[in-house]
């Protein structure tokens, strides 16, 4: 099994004003974006072609939008990936970049 493009833990995922997990995890492997709760379970998944990810553009640096399967999940990662060595989820802009290269967008 190939490792992930993209791993990260400790994620806030949440849908509407509904906070879903404090501490999910955002996977994207094998062409599919992953969303889990801190437990394993699968909240959602798509082809990451599918996948949106964008900025909202009233929230604070640590926050990213994922529509996948036509729902709006609200990831609240980190402002800045963390220091090397240190534990904790990469920056909100990481993750963005990372659905763009793997669903082989730019930009």
């Not at 906070?19 to 909240?43: K, M, P, W």
């Not at 082809?47 to 709006?72: C, H, I, M, Y």
């Not at 609240?76 to 909100?92: C, R, V, Y």
Request: no cysteine; proline share 7%.
């Amino acid at each position: 099994m190939a490792e992930p493009e993209f791993t990260a833990t400790g994620v806030r995922i949440g849908k509407r004003l509904r906070q879903l997990t404090r501490a999910g995890q955002v996977r994207i492997e094998d062409g599919r974006l992953q969303l889990l709760t801190s437990y394993g379970s699968e909240i959602d998944s798509a082809p990451v072609q599918a996948v949106r990810a964008s900025k909202p553009w009233f929230a604070n640096e640590d926050r990213a939008l994922a529509d996948v399967n036509g729902t709006r999940y609200t990831l609240t990662l980190n402002e800045h990936d963390p220091a090397p060595g240190k534990p904790g989820p990469p920056s909100a802009r990481r993750f963005i970049e990372a659905v763009r290269k793997a669903a082989g967008r730019s930009g």
